[in-house]
């Protein structure tokens, strides 16, 4: 894990650096408040160790702008170390006010801080395993809408600073109301089911696929163009229906129709105004016949 160690004396981060890198983390330094800020802002660091006295922001502010700036928009916990003087029963209590998940005395002593750190990291990971379950979809497995709709603001702006284009699908299966109204919803269940994991096993392994609502399915491809999403979006077809889909009435030939677009072929635009692209294009593969992916071009894409 990588841990973010915020203090200015140089003989105390020596010593820090020291025995976390023999506890096998990675280290990140910051020499005042300010850059220790800019680590934080820049999601670098989950773990993050630092000195209540550090001069331009003090370790205090610095767990308060994160709790108030950053974890209200951000899932994922930052756990926060504050190092204060031995016995400041006051600092530790303003500290604990203002969020700070625990604390080390000077001096400090290297069982204290090996405890701390395990701490630390296993509450990271049973709040990174509660968030992954609370946003997949049970029938499914594909991410909840919430969860697929951040991923996208975060990928388009991601590509914005790395100069790459994001991809993005919108599927759903073809005449999926008449399956459930004549095979019934156990049916329909499980063609959704069924579906969802052939496309899941026919994208890339950092590409997402999210349950945008009832049978629509909705992908997010990073950097891809239009031309690569036009490929995936008929790699998607073929997985779907070179295969019936057998249920507990019959083994059914399922087909799904997407529409598709990408970040490159409109400059700086939003992740709503992508999927309202996909949305066209995904209604005008339906009128050429379905079973087909349509990318939107250009003149698709509102740019508000």
């Known amino acids: 894990m990588k841990v973010l160690i915020a203090e200015n004396d140089p003989d105390l981060y020596g010593a820090l650096e020291n025995d976390i890198k023999e506890l096998g983390h990675e280290v990140v330094f910051a020499n005042n408040g300010k850059e220790a800020w800019?680590?934080?802002?820049?999601?670098?660091?989950?773990?993050?160790?630092?000195?209540?006295?550090?001069?331009?922001?003090?370790?205090?502010?610095i767990c308060r702008k994160t709790r108030h700036e950053i974890q209200q928009e951000k899932s994922k916990n930052i756990y926060i170390i504050l190092i204060t003087g031995k016995n400041k029963k006051d600092d530790i209590l303003e500290g604990l006010s203002a969020g700070v998940d625990d604390y080390l005395t000077k001096p400090i002593d290297f069982v204290e801080l090996k405890v701390r750190?395990?701490?630390?990291?296993?509450?990271?990971?049973?709040?990174?395993?509660?968030?992954?379950?609370?946003?997949?979809?049970?029938?499914?497995?594909?991410?909840?809408?919430?969860?697929?709709?951040?991923?996208?603001?975060?990928?388009?702006?991601?590509?914005?600073?790395?100069?790459?284009?994001?991809?993005?699908?919108?599927?759903?299966?073809?005449?999926?109301?008449?399956?459930?109204?004549?095979?019934?919803?156990?049916?329909?269940?499980?063609?959704?089911?069924?579906?969802?994991?052939?496309?899941?096993?026919?994208?890339?392994?950092?590409?997402?696929?999210?349950?945008y609502g009832g049978d629509e399915i909705l992908f997010v491809l990073p950097n891809c163009g239009v031309d690569i999403v036009k490929l995936v979006g008929e790699r998607l077809c073929r997985s779907v229906n070179e295969k019936k889909i057998k249920t507990e009435s019959a083994l059914l030939d399922v087909t799904i129709t997407l529409g598709g677009t990408s970040s490159d072929i409109s400059s700086q635009t939003s992740g709503d105004n992508l999927i309202s692209a996909c949305d066209k294009a995904l209604y005008l593969a339906k009128e050429q016949g379905r079973n087909r992916i349509v990318a939107a071009d250009s003149t698709q894409i509102p740019v508000k």
Not at 39 to 59: F, M, S, Y
Not at 130 to 149: A, F, G, M, Q
Not at 199 to 208: G, L, T
């Open 38 to 61: 800019e680590v934080i802002q820049k999601g670098e660091v989950r773990l993050v160790i630092i000195d209540q006295t550090i001069p331009e922001i003090d370790g205090i502010e």
């Open 117 to 211: 750190l395990q701490n630390g990291e296993r509450i990271i990971q049973l709040e990174d395993s509660c968030i992954e379950l609370s946003s997949y979809d049970r029938l499914t497995n594909l991410l909840k809408r919430d969860k697929i709709l951040e991923l996208l603001d975060e990928e388009i702006h991601r590509g914005w600073r790395e100069n790459r284009p994001t991809g993005v699908i919108l599927a759903d299966i073809d005449y999926f109301k008449q399956i459930n109204d004549t095979h019934g919803h156990f049916a329909g269940d499980k063609v959704l089911a069924e579906v969802a994991l052939r496309v899941k096993n026919s994208i890339r392994p950092y590409d997402k696929a999210g349950r």
